[in-house]
Every structure is written in structure tokens, then in C-alpha cells.
């Protein structure tokens, strides 16, 4: 999605970031929905540390290298930075749409974007449709929240 518009960015870099935004998104959604559902909205918390094990687990395998694992620490320490700043930017238990979400989505695009591009991050982020995509995630998670509690 992004990766035409940022030549010569760094494809780890961009996929911590945009997992740790769209969890953070995502369990905000849930919150913001349903105050029945925390447990499903901490788990979802969890899903950019599943790409980290992903991450050491194939370095361990490619260099054949146990001592790999100690890369698992650093990624886990960027991640939850990464965690903490999008969860400050999107508010616990508020539906993170509109303008919450675009200003998130802006500091994203300025995190993720090698320096020395000729657009601002704003043409960028406008360019690549990514709002309109998350929102759309966003507005869907909340309507099947409310759809299962409905249901329940």
C-alpha cells in the first residue's frame, strides 16, 4: 500500500509501525464499543509482539543461531514504544475515526517515511488511501462488536 509511495524505506521499520497503529486502532475500536469486551481488546495488543517471535524465530533459522533470540528483546522494546506512542494518540475507549484517527495516521506517516521526501507526509498519507482503509477496519470492528453483543 505505502511501500510505492516511501522508495527506500525500511520494510521492518513500516510494518512495526503500521501493526502498532492498527492494534492500537483496533483495540480502541473494541473499547470504545463494548466496556464487556477488555480482555479481547488487551489480546489484540499482542499481535504486533506475534510478528516479533515471527521475526526471530526466522533469523534463528536462517543463521542456524540460538544467540538470535537476544534480537527478540530489542524488537520487543521498539514495539512497545511503538504501542505507547499510538495508544497516547488514540484515546482509550474513543472510536478512533475522523480526525483522531487521520492525526495518528499522519504522525505514522511521518515515523515510517525515509528522510528527504519531496511530499509532505500529508500528500503521502493522502496518496496511499491508508485512512480511508483503516477507518474502514475501524468501522467494521465496531459493527461486529455491536452485531455479537447483540447476538450474545
Known amino acids: 500500500m505505502v511501500m510505492g509511495l516511501l522508495r527506500g524505506a525500511d520494510p521492518e521499520l513500516i510494518a512495526e509501525e503500521s501493526l502498532s497503529l492498527a492494534a492500537t486502532a483496533t483495540a480502541r475500536a473494541i473499547e470504545a464499543t463494548s466496556s464487556d469486551q477488555k480482555t479481547l481488546s488487551e489480546s ?8 516479533r517471535d515471527y521475526l526471530v524465530g ?12 537476544d534480537r527478540g528483546t530489542e524488537i520487543g522494546e521498539r514495539l512497545e514504544r511503538k504501542i ?3 495508544a497516547t494518540h488514540l484515546p482509550k475507549e474513543t472510536l ?8 495518528a495516521m499522519l504522525l505514522w506517516m511521518g515515523r515510517i517515511s525515509p ?10 498519507l493522502d496518496a496511499s488511501g491508508a485512512v480511508e482503509r483503516l477507518a474502514a477496519h475501524v468501522r467494521l470492528i465496531a459493527a461486529h ?4 453483543e ?3
Open 44 to 51: 489484540i495488543l499482542v499481535a504486533p509482539f506475534l510478528y
Open 58 to 69: 526466522t533469523a534463528m533459522l536462517e543463521a542456524d543461531d540460538a544467540a538470535q533470540a
Open 84 to 86: 505507547a506512542f499510538y
Open 96 to 103: 478512533p475515526t475522523g480526525s483522531i484517527l487521520k492525526n
Open 115 to 124: 528522510p528527504g521526501m519531496s511530499t509532505g507526509p500529508e500528500q503521502r
Open 145 to 148: 462488536i455491536r452485531h455479537v
Open 150 to 152: 447483540k447476538a450474545g
